[in-house]
């Protein structure tokens, strides 16, 4: 099966610019999320969606971040505007339980650049 | 969830046995310990988890000690491509229903050396 997908790679922007990740989980998996890595710090939470509705968003770090799921399949987040503390990977996973039991399948990120 | 602590790093010699400590004192009777690592470029990728009982997959093995206070990944024969950072997160499984993130720490770089 194809695992999680997530584009572009790599994304460089001016601050007060606008971008939209897009992550595309693996087919029939209900759970996505959203997590981060800015800056060589640690990899911190985001959003958790179960299909298109926002399960948890206790992680999101202020309102210029918004994240969707329409009809349940591929995320987007989007930031506008960029920061330059936006820097970092973004990660999307997706898993077919909420418990993931057996763990979250990752993407392999999104490596956003703000300058 | 419960915090870990891990050695910042470790090497390796490859083909030998790498044995990961973490120690997860405040754990709690019905968290999981989980372990993930991240190759360089990589997202996270998940190995292994347990609760009390040893557990034994195609990647790797985990040992859990009786007071569940501390537990030891081990890769049976370290290869170059175990290199990555190695993360040790203590979980409660969710409920149905319910979510609860994954709680990346520092990690443990290991690099296994040639």
């Known amino acids: 099966e194809a695992g999680v997908t997530q584009f572009p790679s790599h994304s460089v922007i001016e601050k007060g610019q606008t971008v939209t990740l897009r992550c595309d989980p693996i087919?029939?998996?209900?759970?996505l999320y959203w997590y981060r890595r800015v800056m060589g710090k640690e990899i911190k939470f985001l959003l958790h969606?179960?299909?298109?509705?926002?399960?948890?968003e206790s992680g999101m770090p202020n309102n210029r971040f918004l994240a969707e799921r329409t009809g349940g399949t591929y995320s987007t987040l989007k930031v506008q505007p960029a920061e330059l503390e936006d820097s970092g990977v973004y990660f999307c996973?997706?898993?077919?339980?909420?418990?993931?039991?057996?763990?979250?399948?990752f993407g392999s990120g999104t490596r956003l650049t703000v300058v | 969830d419960a915090k870990t602590t891990q050695p910042t790093s470790m090497d390796c010699a490859e083909g030998r046995a790498a044995n990961l400590p973490c120690n997860h004192s405040?754990?709690?009777?019905?968290?999981?310990v989980y372990w993930y690592r991240q190759i360089h470029s990589q997202g996270p990728q998940y190995i292994i988890h347990?609760?009390?009982n040893n557990e034994t997959n195609e990647m790797a093995s985990l040992i859990i000690t009786e007071d569940r206070k501390s537990s030891t990944l081990i890769l049976p024969h370290a290869t170059l491509r175990d290199t990555a950072v190695y993360y040790c997160?203590?979980?409660?499984?969710?409920?149905?229903?319910?979510?609860?993130?994954?709680?990346f720490g520092s990690g443990t770089q290991l690099t296994v050396l040639p």
């Open positions: 996973a997706s898993s077919l339980e909420a418990r993931g039991s057996y763990g979250y399948t």
């Open positions: 087919s029939g998996h209900d759970n």
């Open positions: 969606f179960v299909k298109e509705s926002k399960q948890d």
């Open positions: 405040t754990i709690s009777g019905n968290e999981y």
């Open positions: 347990g609760l009390k």
């Open positions: 997160i203590v979980r409660v499984p969710i409920s149905s229903g319910s979510a609860r993130q994954l709680t």
